[in-house]
């Protein structure tokens, strides 16, 4: 039964992941929702949350670093709609249709790209303390 214990653990990682794409899909679909009803205060109070609900603070420090945004002060958190833009524009969104709708192909490109780098900067960052050198 070592096969089933794989697909559950297989099944429980990729449902984690399925939920933290929904999440940050979601926060644009409702802005865009809100604002054509013009709930435009709802719309702003959606758009502004916190990215550390769906990120780890290195998974955003790391975006940050990638695709930097002017005027913001290293204290900030960024926003929902900032880094949903920068992790679909990663996966290949280039917003033709100026919907500012990206597909969930481009959303799980951009993820991927983002978690592969993430995972090199951990990597990195523990044989640096394993080294010594912070």
């Known amino acids: 039964m070592v096969e089933v214990d794989n697909l559950e653990r297989t099944i429980s990682i990729l449902a984690f992941l399925g939920v933290r794409l929904l999440q940050l899909r979601a926060n644009l679909t ?6 054509k009803h013009r709930l435009v205060e709802e719309a702003k109070k959606v758009e502004t949350q916190s990215c550390s609900r769906v990120l780890e603070e290195d998974e955003w420090k790391l ?6 945004m ?4 290293p204290r ?9 833009k920068v992790i679909t524009k990663m996966g290949g969104f280039n917003d033709t249709k100026r919907t500012g709708l ?6 799980r490109m951009g993820w991927e790209k983002l978690q592969e780098r993430a995972e090199g900067y951990k990597m990195a ?3 640096l303390v394993l080294n010594g050198a912070l």
């Open 30 to 35: 409702i802005v865009i929702y809100l604002r």
């Open 63 to 68: 975006l940050l670093q990638i695709h930097p």
């Open 70 to 73: 002017k005027g913001l002060k």
């Open 76 to 84: 900030d958190i960024l926003s929902m709609i900032w880094v949903y």
């Open 102 to 107: 990206a597909g969930r192909g481009a959303i």
């Open 125 to 127: 960052k523990e044989m």
